[in-house]
């Protein structure tokens, strides 16, 4: 007897209360329970089973939830909702008041949801949607404040979503769990095609910075083939996006993820285990505490192309994309102001075949590309690259060095003149490599010239007619052998017996992840004009700390206020934060505590307004006291956070020492 097909419900959630009673509404959590089968349609009351009728989809594939009769959309949940063990889609954009065609960014147009979902005040919930099925669509929805209580190292793995194969019951009688050899039992299949688009992941639908934030935005622990398409995704303690075991053949693309990490896994998008044949691509990626995009360990090969990665490492020194591993292609992403290196390549475990070419990078602290060697596995190669390798003078730089140790090209002279209007550029690198000539901006990679090819004795030529005196020029190699090279000394451009012209320096982009939308025109009136520049503006130079703490006291909130008020009305200026410490502990504990402080002061900044791509947070621990007395009072000034303030545009600051908030122990 042939199998039944299954059928498939078209359920209206009208109610944001979190219970399953038997009244005259649906709930979100009787909606779900519905779909997955634990609760039947004849056990509704009336009322409730006007709610619920069959699919009128033609071909349905899922269940489908929807909020059109929900008047009050924000849903307080009061215990975790059920899994989603069965196909559903729950559609925040069916919601009246949706706006399909305002988005909250020019450059990618996500619209403001509705419909939220988050823990009512004083309840702790790990997971706001637990995704176990395949053919699961996520859209439209504000989802937020997902966390539990714990220490360095969750246990649990924690997030806004979460998306797996099912999780076996914790009464071990029933289903014992699998040897420690073996991850998984055979039965647990990942979740396939799961969709999550037009969602803000990590924030209300006001824009603001929740009381209680997620651990992680999507955790992508056991799926394939998921596609996370057009969602914010910000204020995270952790990463945005992480995987875990198997995420093959999955797709992030036109996301912005920003803000994320400055309590945990600092990275925006994190990624381990089999992640072959993923796509990362046309997101905005900025602001966050770490790298952009950071690989540990994984299986498979992945493409990441056509992002804008800009303003990360706010916390953490790393670069902007992170690569370990073989094949991977880095192409045509923009990469600026990354406090660390544009793309660094592991070399150990043995990482190769990596093609990173057609970025460009802008305002680099450290090498556009960077290939480090297998001995340099210490914290800080692993975050920021070891700097510039040698010429490779033996077999054995090939399994000890990041893409096989390919050489950077070497230009034959450090000026090349220009005459009647062209310029012969010379050089070697590599015998049959291409080599990629850039125009340097902004001390990096930033406008790709030519690409031409070297001969079987690794030499290189060409003759330009569109570059000036004063241009600076650089180049990397590509061999599909062996990868892509670290970049070739700059080279400066010179009009024949002139000296080099200096430049004034390139312009810096404004800290600013997105662009608003403009408003309506005929709804609110232009903006005001900014107020001109005070000839003198006048700031506190720090905020202070009671001992061994690291919260900010009322007075200190006060003193943090005139910088908010400040950095609002100068958008330009950026600010770093430095955390300081008495000398009563460890070296290694007091950098901690000092940045456990000048995280503490980002957070009240940010839950203030400020944008994270605005602020950098350091630690100087004990290595900068103010005095070398050795009494309370002066262990109380010790005890700060102290203001950088950068970008000032013609503004003149001037940083005023206070202690108006000053805490002295024992008084």
Known sequence: MPAQAQKFLAIAVNSNLDSNDRDSVITLR???????????????????????????????????????ELSDPKILLQSALPDLITPIAIDGTTHPAYQSDRGF????????????ITPAPQVQIMRGLSITSDNVSIKGLSIYGFNSRHYETAVTPLGDIFISHRLPPPITTEQQP????????????????????????????????????????????????????????????????????????????QNVIQGNGFDGMPDAIRLEGNIDRMQIRSNIICGNAGAAVFLFKPEGAIRVQDNSVKFNSRFYRRSAIHLMGRGHIVSDNR????????????????SDRNIIRQNQFQFIEGLDIDLIHRRNVG???FRVGDGRNPKRDS??????????????????????????GKVGIDGIADPHTEVDIYRVKGKGLAELLITIKTNAEGKFSHRFDNLQAGDTLSAIATDPEFGTSEPAHHVRIAELNQPVPVMPPDPRLSPQCTTPPPPPVDIEPPPPPPPPAPPTLQLPRQVHFALDEDFISKASAKVLDKIVMALKTYPSITLELIGHTDPRATDAYNIELGLRRSRSVSRYLRSQGVAPERIVVRSQGESQRLTNQSDVINYARDRRVEFFLFNTQGIEIQLIDQQEDIQIEGR
Request: charged share 20%; glycine share 6%.
């Open 178 to 253: 699998p040897a420690q050899f073996a991850p998984f039992h055979d039965r647990d299949r990942p979740a396939k095609r799961v969709i999550i688009e037009d969602n803000w992941l990590g924030i209300p639908p006001d824009g603001s910075m929740p009381a209680q934030p997620s651990a992680f935005g999507i955790y992508l622990f056991h799926g394939i083939q998921t596609n996370i398409s057009r969602n914010l995704i910000a204020n995270h303690q952790g990463s945005g996006i992480i995987t875990a075991v198997d995420s093959r053949d999955s797709v992030i693309q």
């Open 105 to 116: 960014s020019v450059e990618i147009p996500i619209p403001k949801p509705v419909v939220t």
């Open 379 to 381: 914290e800080r190669d």
């Open 395 to 420: 077999y054995y730089r090939r399994v000890d060095t990041g893409n096989a140790a390919i050489n950077s090209p070497e230009f034959l002279a450090n000026v090349f003149n220009r005459i009647d």
């Open 30 to 68: 009787e909606a779900i329970m519905l779909a997955n089968g634990k609760l039947a349609v004849h056990q509704l009351t009336t009322a409730e089973a006007r709610q619920v009728s069959p699919s009128s989809q033609p071909s349905p594939q899922r269940h489908d939830i929807d909020f059109r």
């Open 335 to 350: 990469i600026s102001n990354q406090t660390g290196s544009g793309v660094t390549v592991e070399g150990f475990p043995g």
